[in-house]
C-alpha cells in the first residue's frame, strides 16, 4: 500500500471512497467544497494494487483565543468498506499527522470516535481548556499536540472553516 499526496486525477476515486464509507454525502460534498475553497488543505490518498481505497483531509482551524496559532483540523478519514480493519485508516492518520508537523502546525484536532483517535495520542480538547464550536460529547472532540507543549496557556473554542457549517 502507498499512501500519496492526492492529485487532481485523484478526484473521482476520493469521491467514490467517501460515498462508500459514509452513510450520508455530507462528506462528499465537505470534500468537494474545502478542495474548492481552502487552498492549505493536506489531503492524502492509500493507493492499494493500483486504485484509491482510503482517503484523508485536514483543513485549517482557529482558536478563538488565539487565532495566530497553527492548528489543523482531521476530517474526513475514510476506508472503502471492504478493506476497513487493514491499517489503512491508521496508516493515513499517521501520515497525515507527520505530513501535518513537517508543515509547521503545532496541534490538531478531531471530532470522531473515541475508542479510534486516542490510539494516535489524541485525548479530550477539554483537557487543553479548548472546546468545540459544535455541541458534542467532552470525549469525541480531541486534540492533539505535534508540538510537546504547544497548547499550554491556550484556551477557547475550535472553529471550522465555514464549508462545514454549510455543508451540514
Same mark, same amino acid.
Given at each position: 500500500m502507498l499512501i500519496r499526496a492526492e492529485q487532481p486525477g485523484d478526484w473521482v476515486a476520493v469521491h467514490r471512497v467517501n460515498e462508500s464509507a459514509f452513510e450520508t454525502h455530507l462528506e462528499v460534498d465537505l470534500v468537494d467544497a474545502l478542495r474548492r475553497q481552502e487552498p492549505a488543505v493536506l489531503s492524502l490518498v492509500a493507493v492499494r494494487d493500483g486504485s484509491v481505497v482510503g482517503h484523508i483531509m485536514f483543513s485549517p482551524v482557529t482558536l *478563538?483565543?488565539?487565532p495566530d496559532l497553527k492548528l489543523m483540523g482531521l476530517?474526513?478519514?475514510a476506508v472503502v468498506p471492504r478493506h476497513q480493519r487493514?491499517?489503512?485508516?491508521?496508516?493515513?492518520v499517521r501520515a497525515g499527522l507527520e505530513r501535518c508537523k513537517e508543515l509547521g502546525y503545532g496541534a490538531v484536532a478531531v471530532l470522531g470516535h473515541p475508542e479510534?483517535?486516542?490510539? /494516535?495520542? /489524541? *485525548?479530550?480538547? *477539554?483537557? /487543553?481548556g479548548i472546546g468545540c464550536e459544535y455541541n458534542v460529547p467532552d470525549d469525541v472532540f480531541m486534540m492533539?499536540?505535534?508540538r510537546p507543549g504547544f497548547l499550554e496557556g491556550a484556551s477557547g473554542i475550535v472553529r471550522y472553516h465555514d464549508v462545514f457549517r454549510n455543508t451540514a
Open positions: *478563538s483565543e488565539h476530517a474526513p478519514m487493514a491499517g489503512i485508516g491508521s496508516a493515513l479510534y483517535y486516542p490510539r /494516535f495520542g /489524541f *485525548s479530550p480538547a *477539554s483537557r /487543553f492533539l499536540e505535534l
